[in-house]
């Protein structure tokens, strides 16, 4: 039996953080780090350290604000356009060109297209100047001793040439946070190999490294930690030699049999947290050992990450001399599109894409498993549920931090519907044509997507749906669901719909009658591909009872792929390009029509897209896919 304590706690999650702060008063950490010098040349984004006062002047001398002549404007009083004056070079007036030092005597500068030379040794002018005009007086941008930049900001470009301006040459600034990674886990492999079953990928450390740098701070990783207390406590004592100012051990966080860092602080020093209410990332640990905090980072990439924007960018603000609140992104408000529920004790932290359909910013929740590192990628923001709230209803308002600027969230084009793998590749094209706009996509079935735009969450729907009554794809189903609204109906593309099986067909699946000895791997209620195997088994009179896996769904053709080709289901249907995809075999069962539906108000909004549709280069290179067909692409069908 292992002597290991199992233990979480529940801690809010400013209890959980107060603790912290509060060990780290008491040995003298809780004040920004000192200042460096460091080169203008290198200073951008580091934080001032202290006040930076002028050196010098500037400009440190009275300058010529434009090319001309240098003159005492007493000299120019009689000037009048009935009576010119003319003055005498070198004696009352002298040439001078933009920057340089106004010579003894002289006040003013008369631009040189505002005088005539009736010879080579004097001027003429008409008109009377003032003093001081085109001058630039000493100390008019900066005086020696006036505060430029005061301590705690961040250096942007334009400071580092004011600094320069006035006389600096280096800038003092907070020491960049030292933060040493400790990876943990015997399933661990380098990005550059090959995981095999049972392995995975070690790139935490990759996102919390660069969190780390986008905070401000430098990260250094060790080498990958077996799950081991020993070896644990061993590179806790390496890493503690490197005077970091924080150490994250990544995984082991939680109360399982593989799970050592909390015993390892424990030992160590003294351990603060050991779960924090808030999902995802709940098995978070705060400790201090020696005078150095550890925090230890759950092992799922979602929360691996929340864990970096909750907790260690905000630790690093104020160790850099900024407000923790430095480390927020912008907040919006935005209207939910589904009901969610949330643990009633924790912080709930759900990942959103977000577009403006209408006069609604509507928020959509993403995949909100903590193995998800999609979600982190698809996400537009972060919204935040409270504590002691269940959760939020479809429609309800609530709070999100921005991962986009809200600009480039309202040009989004938000498609709902049927999952079709080429509508990556038309985004892709809408990127590269329309650098402002970008198309984001969410499958929730064709059905979904009509029931979407009914309730004007989306900007369009793809639909493939087959009306068994009439054999016609689409507007019937169009007609009934939408039936109050104007729309426009465009084809997207023919494509080939088909049964994956593994390679090599090793049970001889040929047609529908087989489909009863085997397992199967269905997609989910509305969407366009399980209608149409409820037809086809209808018209081949066979009872979806009798099919093993029937209630087994995904929600995309690729989803549906992966499960044949991981020996999850042995048949499933699906698009050709999904088959081809996975190294599937595939086994054509017909075509169908792939549409686009929008509605009228969206039009204006979408025609990058419809342009896309038109554009010839699209239209072959979606051609050139196995199992499309682009001799209807871009056609308007109906308005309905």
């Not at 780290?24 to 950490?29: A, C, P, S, W």
């Not at 003032?130 to 470009?157: A, F, I, K, Y």
């Not at 009306?467 to 794809?473: E, I, L, R, V």
């Not at 719909?497 to 009863?516: C, F, H, K």
Request: proline share 6%; charged share 20%.
């Amino acid at each position: 039996m292992s002597d290991r304590h199992f233990y979480l706690e529940d801690i809010p999650l400013e209890e959980a953080t107060g603790r912290l702060w509060e060990a780290l008063r008491k040995i003298g950490k809780d004040q920004p780090l000192a200042g460096e010098a460091v080169p203008l040349a290198a200073a951008l984004g580091r934080v001032t350290a202290e006040g930076h006062f002028a050196q010098r002047s500037s400009p440190h001398y009275h300058a010529a604000a434009m090319d001309g002549y240098a003159v005492r404007s007493a000299d120019t009083n009689e000037a009048t356009e009935t009576r010119p004056l003319q003055l005498r070079l070198q004696s009352q007036a002298y040439p001078v060109n933009t920057g340089d030092p106004l010579p003894p005597t002289t006040d003013a500068v008369i631009m040189i297209e505002d005088v005539q030379h009736p010879d080579s040794e004097t001027i003429e002018i008409r008109a009377a100047i003032t003093p001081r005009q085109h001058v630039r007086l000493m100390g008019e941008d900066m005086v020696t001793t006036e505060l430029v930049l005061p301590s705690n900001h961040v250096l942007r470009p334009v400071d580092l040439g004011a600094l320069a301006g006035c006389g600096y040459a280096v800038a003092t600034v907070r020491r960049r946070p030292r933060v040493i990674i400790i990876p943990t886990g015997n399933e661990l492999v380098l990005p550059d190999q090959a995981p095999e079953a049972g392995q995975i990928t070690e790139y935490n450390s990759l996102v919390l490294g660069a969190q780390i740098q986008q905070a401000g701070g430098v990260a250094r990783v060790m080498d990958i930690v077996a799950d081991d207390l020993a070896q644990l406590r061993i590179a806790i004592e390496a890493a503690l030699e490197g005077v970091p100012d924080l150490i994250l051990v990544l995984s082991g966080s939680s109360a399982g049999s593989r799970d050592f860092t909390a015993n390892a602080i424990q030992e160590m020093g003294r351990l603060l947290v050991h779960g924090v209410a808030v999902r995802p990332g709940h098995p978070v640990i705060m400790g201090m050992v020696q005078t150095i905090p550890i925090i230890g980072v759950p092992g799922y990439p979602v929360s691996a990450a929340l864990t970096g924007e909750l907790l260690i960018e905000p630790l690093l603000a104020r160790w850099l001399g900024l407000s923790a609140d430095y480390a927020t992104k912008p907040r919006t408000q935005a209207i939910m599109t589904r009901k969610l529920t949330s643990p009633i004790g924790d912080d709930d932290f759900v990942r959103v894409t977000l577009a403006q359909v209408g006069e609604r910013l509507l928020a959509a929740p993403l995949n909100r498993g903590a193995g998800i590192i999609t979600s982190l990628v698809r996400a537009d923001g972060l919204a935040h549920i409270p504590r002691f709230s269940e959760g939020v209803d479809m429609g309800q308002v609530v709070e999100v931090q921005l991962y986009h600027p809200l600009a480039l969230i309202q040009q989004t084009i938000l498609a709902m519907g049927s999952h079709d793998p080429m509508l990556d590749l038309l985004g892709q094209f809408i990127a590269n044509t329309y650098p402002t706009r970008r198309l984001t996509s969410a499958n929730v079935g064709s059905m979904g997507g009509l029931v979407a735009l009914r309730r004007h969450e989306a900007h369009l729907a793809g639909i493939h749906l087959l009306d068994p009554n009439t054999g016609t794809y689409n507007l019937p189903y169009i007609r009934q669901h939408l039936k109050d609204e104007t729309v426009t109906v465009v084809t997207f593309a023919h494509r080939e719909q088909g049964l994956m099986v593994t390679a090599g067909n090793p049970l001889g699946v040929r047609s529908w009658d087989d489909l009863p000895r085997c397992r199967y791997v269905n997609r989910q209620r509305g969407a366009g591909t399980r209608l149409l195997l409820d037809y086809e088994l209808e018209q081949h009179g066979i009872d979806s009872n009798s099919i093993q896996g029937y209630e087994h769904e995904e929600y995309t053709h690729l989803a549906v792929a992966a499960a044949v080709a991981s020996g999850v289901a042995d048949v499933g249907l699906g698009v050709r390009s999904a088959a081809l995809a996975m190294r599937l075999d595939f086994i054509s069962v017909g075509w169908e029509r792939y549409d686009l539906v929008i509605p009228e108000p969206h039009l204006a909004h979408v025609e990058p897209l419809l342009a896309v549709l038109r554009n010839a280069t699209f239209q072959q290179t979606l051609a050139a896919q196995p199992g499309y067909d682009t001799r209807e692409t871009g056609q308007f069908i109906a308005v309905t």
